[in-house]
């Protein structure tokens, strides 16, 4: 996570910034798994 979190300061994006950028990417995570039949990799992404 660390790693994430030092990506977005070297790129100066802002927090709430951050954390949309996320959401977004969880959802779409979360949107691939449903298509492919993948239910544990969705229950994992809604933890």
């Known amino acids: 996570m660390d790693l994430i979190v ?24 979360m949107q691939k798994g449903l298509i492919n039949n993948q239910s544990s990799g969705v229950a994992a ?3």
């Not at 954390?19 to 779409?28: D, F, G, M, R």
């Open 6 to 29: 030092q990506d977005f300061e070297e790129i100066n994006i802002e927090r709430p910034q951050m954390v949309a950028i996320l959401l977004v990417n969880l959802e779409q995570t």
């Open 45 to 47: 992404c809604a933890r």
